[in-house]
């Protein structure tokens, strides 16, 4: 099995333009091989593999008492404290999964339902729950959050240098629902030019259609400015599921289902059914 799982992450990797997955976690299990940590869900025809990006703090297990569909979904924690130890140090406030990489200028298709328990504590300061991670980059171009009122942010990141500044696309009056699945659509394109594009639909588990949030073209999404030389064009993005948040002591927990990503779209509909 070992063996299996190590080719076949690597063959996703080397043919990332042919990369899709479809994660529901039914048998979904945890494996460490060669000290990564990899997210196997073998519950459909070809088995799909999520790398959990932790840098030490706490890994996502396959949660079944609550899911967005099936049996069971994923859930990723970060207690108050670790052995004792408050988490007020940034390496044990984030535990994200991570999906191989495709590049950047091309069209990219995201689907996924995300659940904040009824009790998800407003963040005391930045909380990013699904980002789009360029390599090298610093920060995330593209990023949804919560702010200190848990309202849904979205932002990206288009500055030359490695943390340049966000810009805010889009912040909600309202607290993000808690309690309940939310399911979000996502197609977006990076640019180092202007001809990126980003667009997010959001609806509550709930709801039979869908409400468009950001519908923004002709962008520049992504890092132009990058270490060793690297050629952006040429460098991958990777979109994260989970919790990763500025150092806190607050409890957090949030749950992940039903997670689709591919570059063309084959796997959803070009625009999601909206409500009038």
């Known amino acids: ?6 080719l076949a992450f690597f063959l996703f990797v080397g043919n990332a333009s042919a990369y899709q997955a479809y994660i529901d ?10 000290g990564n940590y990899f997210w196997i869900d073998d519950s459909i025809n070809d ?11 706490y890994l996502p297990f396959r949660y079944s008492s609550l899911s967005r569909n099936g049996q069971s979904s994923v859930k990723i924690q970060i207690p108050s404290s670790r052995n004792g130890i408050p988490n007020s140090s940034f390496p044990y406030n984030r535990s994200e999964i991570q999906l191989p990489g ?12 995300v659940y904040f328990q009824s009790e998800f504590p407003d963040p005391d300061d930045w909380l990013c729950f699904f980002q789009v991670w360029q390599e090298y980059a610093g920060t995330p171009p593209i990023g949804l ?15 030359a240098t490695l943390t340049g500044p966000a810009l805010n696309l889009y912040t909600d009056t309202n607290q993000i629902r808690k309690g309940e699945w939310i399911d979000f659509v ?16 959001r609806k509550p588990a709930s709801s039979a259609c869908y409400e468009s949030i ?11 400015v990058l270490p060793n030389d690297e050629v952006a064009q040429e460098l991958v993005i990777y979109p994260k599921f989970g919790l990763y948040r500025a150092g806190s ?13 591919n570059e063309t779209g084959p796997l959803f509909y070009s625009t999601p059914p909206l409500c009038q």
């Not at 088995?47 to 703090?57: C, M, P, Q, R």
């Not at 959050?145 to 500055?159: A, P």
């Open 102 to 113: 495709l590049p950047l200028e091309q069209e990219h298709w995201v689907k996924f339902s």
């Open 145 to 159: 959050y919560l702010n200190e009122n848990s309202e849904l942010r979205v932002n990206i990141r288009n500055d």
């Open 214 to 224: 950001v519908d923004r073209s002709q962008i520049s999404i992504g890092k132009s």
């Open 25 to 34: 976690n039914e048998n979904a299990y945890g494996s460490t091989i060669y």
């Open 1 to 6: 099995m070992k063996i299996i799982c190590i």
């Open 249 to 261: 002591n607050l409890n957090h927990q949030v749950w992940f289902d039903e997670i689709k990503y």
């Open 186 to 201: 996502m197609s977006f394109r990076g640019s180092l030019d202007t001809e990126g594009y980003l667009k997010v639909w």
């Open 47 to 57: 088995e799909k593999y999520l790398v959990s990006h932790t840098d030490g703090a």
